[in-house]
């Protein structure tokens, strides 16, 4: 719930920065000069991009859990009894030992949504957030091109 409200906090705090990026970009289109215009212009790029990276993360955020939801209602969800760091993050040595498990499960079943999302929190787990994403994204694809398991 942390990582939510974060998260959110986050997006409005982006949200306002793009709307102050939008009044400029429309006070420098409205000077006479050349340059002025230009540089207002390439100003109104920014709050589109902006806007769409944010929308595009919050769609990838809602579907992954709304995966994890249903694998955890299905009983699905590997059980999380790896040592912590005081931080409280899984001890990274501790969940690569654990990692061979979830990458064979993906191996056997290269087509399972469930294997791959249990293979993005392995990931995660071991510290590795990008092969965490692109496995959780993997996880999203197969649940939205499988008509019997859609979530």
Do not use: C, H
Not at 6 to 25: E, G, H, R, T
Not at 95 to 117: G, H, K, N, T
Request: proline residues 7%; hydrophobic residues 50%.
């Amino acid at each position: 719930m942390k990582a939510r409200t974060a998260a959110l906090i986050m997006a409005a705090l982006l949200v306002i920065y793009l709307v102050f990026v939008v009044n400029y970009a429309l006070v420098l289109i409205s000077v006479d000069e050349p340059v002025a215009k230009a540089m207002g212009i390439a100003l109104i790029v920014l709050p589109i991009v902006g806007g769409w990276t944010l929308v595009a993360e919050i769609v990838f955020v809602l579907r992954g859990e709304r995966l994890l939801k249903r694998l955890r209602e299905e009983g699905g969800l590997p059980v999380d009894d790896l040592p912590r760091l005081p931080s409280g993050r899984p001890d990274p040595t501790a969940a690569d030992a654990q990692f061979p498990v979830y990458q064979a499960e993906v191996e056997a079943d290269p087509e399972s949504w469930r294997a791959w999302v249990r293979l993005g929190l392995a990931y995660d787990a071991s510290g590795d957030r990008k092969r965490a994403r692109w496995a959780t994204r993997e996880a999203i694809k197969l649940s939205r091109t499988s008509t019997s398991t859609l979530p």
